[in-house]
């Protein structure tokens, strides 16, 4: 288990989150869609989350998502690091009635983010650009690349849940258990 705390003058934040877990989720950020998506993302990769965040959401929702991001990236890099016994690589497509994001994983060490989704509009009162920044946020300090591509979808809700969703499940399946060490050919990572 993983426990990051995270305090600036923009959020403050508790993040504990067992990746050998079930999908148990216990989140509290103020911004009701945002605590949406996290829970999904806890129930499809099944890993233990609780995140707490004091943010200054009356300013904007950017700081807490970003610092969110930030804060889960370093927990999760806290319970990976340093890989061994892993699958390493992996994807999933999860659709969400029409909309269909693909998401391809390395938990290789080498930051990196492929982010070709709508980014145009807003959910309710969350903006779609919001998303790209958690996820740039949680690649760069988890240290893994992603590609997240969407394929298709007209309904913003069931797109980005499908982001969210497609990312989860291919993050246990880069996590699954594998006999050999470490997937590198060299040797490290």
Same mark, same amino acid.
């Given at each position: 288990m993983s426990v990051i705390k995270r305090e600036t003058k923009e959020t403050k934040i508790e993040i504990n989150i067992n990746i050998n877990g079930s999908g148990k989720a216990n989140i509290s950020t103020g911004v009701g869609f945002f605590d949406h998506m996290l829970e999904t993302l806890a129930k499809h990769s099944g890993i233990d989350m609780e995140i707490f965040c004091d943010g200054d959401i009356h300013v904007d929702y950017h700081h807490t998502v970003e610092d969110v991001?930030?804060?889960?990236g370093m927990a999760l890099y806290e319970e990976v690091f340093p890989v061994k016994n892993i699958e390493r690589f992996s994807n999933a497509v999860a659709i969400l009635d029409e909309a269909a994001v693909e998401v391809d994983l390395d938990i290789g060490g080498r930051p990196y983010l492929v982010y070709e989704m709508p980014t145009e509009g807003a959910i309710r009162d969350f903006d779609m650009e919001l998303v790209e920044e958690f996820f740039k946020s949680l690649v760069f300090n988890f240290k893994i690349a992603a590609h997240i591509i969407y394929k298709r979808g007209t309904n913003r809700h069931h797109i980005v849940e499908?982001?969210?969703?497609?990312?989860?499940? $291919?993050?246990?399946? $880069?996590?699954?258990y594998r006999e050999s060490d470490v997937p590198s050919t060299k040797g490290v990572l």
């Open positions: 991001g930030i804060a889960l499908s982001a969210f969703k497609s990312f989860a499940v $291919a993050l246990r399946r $880069a996590l699954a």
